[in-house]
């Protein structure tokens, strides 16, 4: 059983569009998270919410915006994207909002053409 | 903002020679979180470190905190082919932010 399963796994799109991707966890935790890899590795949290509850919200372009319909389920719509949105965009979740280990979901591969 | 400085970012070695990756906060630490990520995958949890001075081992690892909560070290002994990926430590800082920053990881690479 896949503890933190993200959709889909590679994305290609092209500048302008709108896309989705979805997270889901069945581990049970009350925290998810998205966090945006570069090119160069970088990992950078971008959002968390903890029982469908916004906590973290970095400093992101408001063309990016997470929902959680539940605590299970955490997802994310780009719109209007752009070339420099090319990255892997990793989904975690934890037990807690702080200090505690967090599971990381396969990843989505985004390409923006 | 807090930063994680991690050095080196790169690091080849030949299997069976120690490695070691340094990690330093600009602000001290409720905790620090070790992962490890292979090549096309994604991170995993390693280890987490609470106490001032703490030291753990898993196997071949060993994890050191230091004593001032700013500063952490993830050191292999004899690498094996199985250690490649890149190595991040994760940093809470104490001041209560919910935030845990992540450092920009250590890769590496072990020749057979």
């Known amino acids: 059983d896949t503890a933190v399963s993200q959709t889909p796994k590679y994305l290609v799109t092209q500048m302008g569009n709108d896309k989705s991707i979805k997270c889901e966890q069945n581990?049970?935790?009350?925290?998810m998270y998205w966090y945006k890899q570069d090119s160069k590795k970088f990992l950078k949290i971008m959002f968390s919410?903890?029982?469908?509850?916004?906590?973290i919200n970095e400093t992101v372009p408001n063309r990016f915006s997470p929902k959680s319909p539940d605590k299970a389920h955490l997802n994310l719509h780009i719109n209007s994207l752009e070339l420099g949105d090319s990255a892997v965009y990793f989904c975690?979740?934890?037990?807690?909002?702080?200090?505690?280990?967090?599971?990381f979901g396969p990843g989505t591969r985004l390409t923006v053409t | 903002g807090q930063q994680v400085m991690q050095i080196p970012q790169y690091q080849h070695v030949q299997e069976g020679e120690d490695f070691t990756t340094y990690c330093n906060s600009s602000?001290?630490?409720?905790?620090i979180q070790w992962y490890k990520q292979r090549p096309g995958g994604h991170p995993v949890f390693l280890i987490q470190?609470?106490?001032?001075?703490e030291v753990k081992k898993q196997k071949r690892l060993t994890f050191q905190f230091g004593e001032a909560k700013k500063n952490s070290s993830l050191h292999i002994t004899a690498t094996q082919t199985t250690d490649v990926g890149t190595y991040f430590c994760?940093?809470?800082?104490?001041?209560?932010?919910?935030?845990?920053?992540f450092g920009k990881g250590t890769k590496l690479t072990v020749n057979p």
């Open positions: 975690a979740s934890s037990h807690g909002t702080s200090g505690y280990e967090q599971y």
């Open positions: 581990l049970g935790h009350d925290t």
């Open positions: 919410y903890n029982n469908k509850e916004l906590i």
């Open positions: 602000t001290t630490l409720s905790n």
């Open positions: 470190l609470v106490k001032s001075g």
């Open positions: 994760a940093g809470l800082d104490q001041g209560g932010s919910e935030k845990l920053v």
